[in-house]
């Protein structure tokens, strides 16, 4: 695969739905009607908070995508959060998610984000291992709690 195939754009919000698969792959859940129309709520739910998705294609095959939310806060104002950053397995480790990083990087200098934060799952090693490579440092600890 040569990277200069790669072609990467902002997905529209009327197309989102091309997103699920890689949410369930990232999710661990089967692409089943429940599981989608959770994903259908929660997606448009999102785009009407500001939410965007970046998707890489190989010719005319989504590979990967990243979310994106522009946020401001306190400790480091304007800064923009990938979210949900997936890679078909296939595509993995062959320097896919450093071009879509690098692109989303200077998207985020040309909207004047100072910063960029991730949250990645404490388990996913290889996540862990890809962030640090681009740069990030661990600073915290992202806490849940399931409101029932």
């Not at 939410?51 to 994106?68: A, D, T």
């Not at 806060?73 to 998610?97: F, S, T």
């Not at 290889?126 to 849940?144: A, D, N, P, S, T």
Request: hydrophobic share 40%; proline share 3%; net charge negative.
């Amino acid at each position: 695969m040569d990277m200069k195939d790669l072609k990467i754009n902002f997905i529209p919000k009327e197309n989102m739905e091309v997103i699920i698969p890689f949410l369930c792959l990232s999710n661990d859940c089967a692409i089943d009607e429940s599981c989608t129309e959770d994903f259908k709520v929660r997606i448009a739910e999102m785009v009407a908070q500001g939410y965007l998705c970046i998707g890489v294609y190989e010719k005319q095959k989504l590979i990967g995508i990243s979310g994106l939310w522009v946020l401001y806060k306190h400790y480091i104002g304007k800064h923009i959060e990938p979210d949900n950053v997936i890679i078909l397995p296939e595509y993995r480790e062959k320097g896919v998610g450093e071009v879509l990083m690098n692109w989303i990087l200077e998207y985020a200098k040309t909207i004047g984000c100072t910063a960029s934060e991730v949250n990645c799952y404490r388990y996913n090693e290889k996540g862990i291992q890809f962030w640090e490579r681009m740069g990030y440092e661990k600073i915290g600890i992202h806490l849940q709690k399931i409101l029932k």
